[in-house]
């Protein structure tokens, strides 16, 4: 039988893909996704979660998962305002709301279809949102869908952004356009931050709004780890805080925090919070768990942990990029989170080199071209608190002979 056009028409668009080093395929890892993993049958050392501070195995956490299975089963059977609203996601949201100094909170599915739920409602077509160049695609997507007149600056660059503002501010229309920026607290796929307290400075200069994703830096930043905004003192000075369940809380769903009343409008008018059926119950009953681990001394601990791995891990590259004599300039001066990129540049020497470290043991993906710009691939180190220091000499050891073969094998 002749294969149907669309098949054909994807087959070449596959083809061309192959031919750019952009080949992707699902891994199946058959144990839990700790430090140590096995992949497709191989024990591997894994430095690709996001799960930074460790609690994925966290008896608390699987407690917390486990009791909500036993009392309410394993689904939210509907929508949240069908009666998939249950005691869990009330919880949640209450912790949620007090631990990020917020009057109200909302969980969603995902981050993902939080900051489509949430910039979908606050943005009309006759608004304007500027995004960073580096935000996340959930952000994108969610300021496309919303039709508000879209604009992008400069990763971190506040003169094209304050250029972008003065010119929002000159348009003329019958009412005054609202105008959002869209940022990170911590990039996720640079692993830098934000400069948030020059945004917020500028930002009310020209009385715009700011949305800020906390998806990296929950867990991460301030005296109770709730995020950059707190860490910088200005939780109250930015309009709208989200971030998701699934990184440093490691759950699962995303969540959104502000004024009440946007709340009240998200249960109203998001359609990716009111369409879908609610959070399992134990996936909630897991990310309150984290808000009370990650709030206390345990969590303070493991916060310290990470920065502490961060550093060396980031030592470690410096001291193995020069002894291979290969460019430093692909490695971030200091860490600025528990994300560690190294720019490699070209896709295919990115896979090349993740090749060569899953061969000595080590997982940690290159990430390429549409999740960074073409020509910006990286190697993307993780690091987590329950990465002991013989996993950092282990990895050590491995990126010596990956880098060893690499040079070698490029000339
Ligand atoms: C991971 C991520 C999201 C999406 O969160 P999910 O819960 O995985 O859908 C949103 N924003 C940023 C910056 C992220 O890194």
């Known amino acids: 039988m002749v294969q149907a056009s669309w098949l054909n ?4 668009e596959l083809t061309r893909w192959q031919q750019s080093g952009l080949t992707r395929r699902l891994r199946e890892v058959q144990s839990a996704p700790g430090t140590q993993i096995v992949l497709e049958g191989r024990p591997l050392l894994n430095f690709s979660s996001n799960d930074y501070l460790g609690l994925g195995q966290h008896p608390a956490l699987r407690q917390a998962a486990i009791q909500a299975v036993e009392r309410f089963g394993t689904t939210a059977a509907a929508s949240r305002l069908i009666c998939g609203t249950l005691t869990p996601h009330r919880e949640l949201e209450e912790a949620l709301a007090d631990w990020k100094q917020a009057p109200a909170a909302l969980s969603f599915n995902s981050g993902y279809s939080t900051a489509l739920g949430v ?3 606050v943005l009309g077509r006759e608004d304007i949102v500027i995004l960073d160049k580096q935000v996340h695609a959930c952000c994108v997507d969610a300021a496309r869908m919303s039709g508000a007149s879209l604009r992008v600056f400069p990763h971190n660059n506040l003169d094209a952004l304050e250029r972008v503002l003065k010119w929002a501010d000159q348009r003329n229309s019958v009412r005054r356009p609202a105008v959002w920026i869209v940022t990170e607290s911590v990039f996720s796929m640079d692993g830098d931050r934000a400069p948030l307290k020059e945004l917020v ?3 009310e200069r020209y009385g715009a709004c700011l949305f800020l994703d906390e998806a990296h830096a929950t867990g991460l930043f301030g005296a109770n780890r709730s995020g950059l905004a707190a860490a910088c003192e200005l939780s109250d000075r930015i309009e709208i805080q989200m971030g998701t369940l699934g990184k440093a809380l490691a759950s699962g ?3 959104v925090v502000g004024p009440r009343v946007l709340i009240d409008a998200l249960m109203h008018r998001a359609r990716s919070f009111l369409y879908s059926t609610a959070p399992p119950p134990a996936t909630a009953a897991a990310a309150g768990a984290a808000v009370e681990i990650l709030r206390g001394s345990e969590g303070e601990d493991r916060c310290r942990v990470v920065w502490e791995r961060a550093t060396r891990l980031l030592a470690l590259l410096k001291e193995l990029a020069a002894a291979q004599g290969l460019p430093k300039d692909g490695l971030p001066q200091s860490p600025g989170s528990a994300i560690l990129p190294w720019i490699v540049g070209d896709e295919s020497r ?7 470290l899953l061969d000595a043991g080590v997982f940690l993906p290159a990430i390429r071209y549409p999740t960074v710009a073409r020509r ?3 190697l993307r180190f993780s690091v987590s608190a329950a990465h002991t ?6 990895l050590a050891i491995a990126c010596h002979k990956a880098f060893g073969h690499f040079v070698r094998s490029t000339p």
């Open 253 to 255: 769903g995303g969540y």
């Open 9 to 12: 028409n994807l087959e070449t």
């Open 389 to 394: 220091d013989n996993d950092l000499d282990q």
């Open 350 to 356: 990115a896979v090349a080199l993740a090749g060569y």
């Open 201 to 203: 400075v500028l930002k």
């Open 119 to 121: 910039l979908t409602t």
């Open 376 to 378: 910006k691939a990286r």
